[in-house]
C-alpha cells in the first residue's frame, strides 16, 4: 500500500518539508525499518536540469530538494535555463514528473526508498507567470497521484511537493485556486504578511543581495546576526528558508559559507556540485 495514502495527515506545509513526512504511530510500531541511506532534506540541487542524468544524479546523491527552470513553448513546458537551449524532447514530465512517477512506483509510494521525505520539486517560471503557471497547473492535475495538495487551506503531504518560483505573476492565479498542487516561493518581504505558510512554505532570497560576506574570513557579526533573524522569522512563521547565489567554488570559502548557513538553521543549501555538498552534510558539520 501506499504510505501516503495509508492515513492522510493535514500539515502545514512547512512541517512537511523541514521534518519530512513521517508515518503515523501505529504504522511506525510495524514498519520495516529504513535500510537505505538517509535522505538529505537541506540538500538542494540548483540547476538540476544542467547534470548528465536530470533529477536522477541528485536523487543518487541523496538529494531532498532539486530545481528545474521551465518555459511555456507552444502550450508545452520545456526545462532549460537559457532561451537558446530550449529542446521539445527536454520537457518536465519526461524530465521529472514521469521519472518520478516510476520512481515512486517502484518504492512503494516514496522518491527515497524507506524514507518518508517529501521530495521539493522547486519550479523556477521563466516566461510569463500567469499562462506559464495556468499551464503548469493542468499539467499537475495529471500527476495529482505524487504531490502534495493544499484544499482549502488544508495542507496533505504527498511523496513530491512543488513549490512555484520565478515570476512572482503566479501568484494571482495560484491564490484563486481552491485545489492548488503547487505552493509558492515567496521572498523576505512576504515575512510578516498575511500570506499563510499553507501558500508559501518556502522563502529564497539572493545572497550576494542580503550579505556581502563571500567566505574569506570570519563573517562579520552584524552580518550574522541578520542571517539568525532572517532564519527565526521564516520559521516563527512555519516557513523554510534559502538562499540563491552563494559561493558554490570548492574550496574553504564556501565551505565557511555552508557551515554558516547550517549553523543559523538554513533549510536548504544551494549547489550545482551535487557530491561536494553531499561530502559536506554527511560529514561532521
Known sequence: MNPYTRRTAVVSLGAVLAAGLTAPAAARDTAVRPTGPVPLRRAHAHNDYAHARPLLDALDHGFGSVEADIWLVDGGLLVAHEEGGLDPARTLEALYLDPLRRRIRANGGTVH??????????????????????????????????????????????????????????????????????????????LGTAAPASFAPLVSASWTDLFGWQGVGPMPSAERERLRRLVAAAHGEGRRLRFWATPDTAGAAREAVWTELSGAGVDHLNTDDLAGLARFLRSAH
Request: glycine share 8%; charged share 30%.
Open 113 to 190: 526508498r524507506d524514507h518518508r521525505l517529501s521530495l521539493q520539486l522547486l519550479i523556477d517560471l521563466k516566461t510569463a507567470g500567469d499562462p506559464t503557471y495556468r499551464a503548469l497547473s493542468r499539467v499537475l492535475h495529471g500527476y495529482r497521484d505524487l504531490l502534495s495538495v493544499c484544499r482549502a487551506g488544508r495542507v496533505h503531504g504527498g511523496p513530491v511537493t512543488a513549490v512555484i518560483s520565478g515570476d512572482r505573476a503566479a501568484r494571482a492565479p495560484m491564490e484563486a485556486e481552491r485545489v492548488r498542487r503547487a505552493f509558492y516561493d515567496g521572498r523576505p518581504e512576504d
